[in-house]
Structure formats: structure tokens, C-alpha cells
């Protein structure tokens, strides 16, 4: 983590009903500052990176300072760990894990797949986290004990599904090419035993996942602002979530979300020692 964190947070249900509001709230400004420029020729792109292709737009700033402008005013001792502006060092104990619009390439190409993505995190990790597509109107949030989506067709709780095999299971990853070619490789023969595979989802196949529409999420390369509220969403919706090794994944790198223990065995077993 970038941020800095400090003492220890005293979780009781007065604060986690604040946290929630304050995320709902961020998710809601996000929406606002991004929907206007969704699906415009006019956009203008910006390349974040020198070797290779990293795209960034004025959608992804405007949603990120709308966020740490709501934050400032009502959280102002948290933490702010974002993907466009510098770190906020935590006071209370808190950080919010912010990515404007995680899958811009999506984004770019018109695709309703991108997604906002909230967490508020402890020292631990998450603890609440939101996936929002403002487009087609689908929030899936999960922490403090309840996991559920509000979308076209109103509001239901969300549970992760249970009784597939690897071979019955549906599994995702963003690219086909994933990391490096050892770990490409890796996730090829996992793959291979998966009944299908799907492809550059982002942020909403966690969501799919939470929702019991998928079962496997196999990711490489990633930010702690990727991850942070994926990790809240799946886990309260009954999921396992760590990096290939069995370990926490909320510091980035490599991931696997799966909905039951037992696929994320075998996913972790076919991965191997990469």
C-alpha cells in the first residue's frame, strides 16, 4: 500500500453504516462525472505509460477528484489510495481504495463493462467494497455482513453459486495473453479443464461472480486499486479470494476469486508453482 496506516479501527455498527453511506455517496458523484463523457468522439485519451499503452482519460480524473472531494468533506482523517492523483496518508485507521474507471479500454471502445470501484480498507485489507457500471445501472456492494446489487430489476441479495466442478465452471480472465508467458502458460492448462472461458470483463466479472453467474477469476499484473473492492464484494458473497499462492492478494500482483474452497483448490493446484 501507498498510503500510510495507523492504529487500529474500532468497527462497531454506528461507523460501518457511515462508511456504507459515505460509498454509496462516492459511487453516486462518480456516475455523475463519467456517464456525460461515455460513448463521445470527442473524448480526448492520454497514455500514462512510456513502454507501452496505458490509457487515461478526463472521465477517469473528474470521477476520482468528484470522490476525493466527497471525502475531504466527510471522511477527512482517512486515507485515499487513487489511481490518478497522489496517496492521502490515513489518520484514523482507514483508507479508501479508489479506481475511477477500472477497464478504461472498455470504456474506450463503448463496451458497458468498465466499472467504478470503491473499497474503504483497513490495515488488514477490505472491508467494504462497491462495483458500480453506471451505464446499464448496476451497483453490486458487499461488506459488514451483507453482499447485494441494485440494478433494472431492483434489489436482491447476492450469493456466491455453490456445486460446479472445474470442469462445469465458467472462468474469466481480462487478456488471453495474461502476464508473463510462464503465467500464461499456467492459466492455459486451467483453462483447458474449465468448461468455458471468458474474456475481458474487468471489474464485472467480479461482479458476475458475487452474483453466482461465474465461478473463476484468474488475473496477473495488478494495482491495489484493482483489487480492493473486488476482494470486499466477493468475499461477502460467500467467495475465496487470494493471490496464486494461497496468500492475501489485496497488496496487487496476481489473484484468484473462486466461489467455493474447493475450486479454489484445484484452481491453486493447477496454477502450480509459477
Keep these: 500500500m501507498s498510503a500510510n496506516w495507523k492504529g487500529a479501527v474500532n468497527l ?18 462518480a456516475r ?25 482519460t478526463e472521465a477517469d480524473r473528474q470521477a476520482e477528484k468528484s470522490m476525493r472531494a466527497i471525502l475531504s468533506n466527510r471522511r477527512p482523517d482517512d486515507g485515499i489510495l ?25 470504456f474506450l471502445c463503448g463496451a458497458p463493462t468498465w466499472g467504478v470501484l470503491i473499497a474503504v480498507s483497513s490495515e488488514s485489507g477490505p472491508i467494504f467494497g462497491i462495483v458500480d457500471q453506471p451505464y446499464i445501472g448496476e451497483r453490486f456492494a458487499g461488506g459488514f455482513g451483507k453482499c447485494w446489487m441494485e440494478g433494472p430489476l431492483g434489489r436482491r441479495d447476492l450469493r456466491a453459486r ?14 488471453p495473453a ?9 492459466f492455459r492448462r486451467l ?4 468448461l468455458l472461458v471468458r474474456y475481458g470483463l474487468d471489474c464485472y466479472a467480479y461482479a458476475l461472480l458475487a452474483a453466482g453467474q461465474i465461478d473463476l477469476i484468474v488475473e496477473a499484473g495488478l494495482k491495489p486499486f484493482d483489487v480492493h473492492a473486488p476482494i470486499a464484494l466477493v468475499r461477502a458473497a460467500g467467495g475465496i479470494v487470494t ?32
Excluded at 83 to 104: N, Q, Y
Excluded at 178 to 186: D, V
Excluded at 191 to 194: K, N
Design 243 to 274: 493471490d496464486w499462492k494461497g496468500r492475501e492478494a489485496h497488496g496487487g500482483g496476481r489473484l484468484v476469486a473462486a466461489a467455493t474452497e474447493s475450486l479454489h483448490a484445484l484452481a491453486l493446484a493447477e496454477l502450480g508453482d509459477v
Design 32 to 56: 455523475t462525472s463519467i456517464l456525460p463523457f461515455f460513448r463521445q468522439e470527442s473524448l480526448t485519451v492520454d497514455n500514462k505509460a512510456e513502454a507501452s499503452w496505458d490509457p487515461v
Design 162 to 175: 455453490s456445486g460446479k466442478c472445474l470442469e462445469q465452471a465458467t472462468l474469466a480472465t481480462t487478456y
Design 178 to 186: 495474461i502476464g508473463t508467458e510462464a503465467e500464461c502458460l499456467a
Design 191 to 194: 483453462a483447458d479443464r474449465a
Design 82 to 106: 487513487g489511481e490518478e492523483f497522489e496517496p492521502v496518508p490515513s489518520a484514523s485507521g482507514l483508507t479508501w481504495v479508489l479506481d475511477p474507471i477500472d477497464g478504461t479500454r472498455g
Design 12 to 29: 462497531n455498527s454506528v461507523l460501518a453504516s457511515e462508511l456504507e453511506s459515505v460509498a454509496l455517496e462516492l459511487a453516486d458523484a
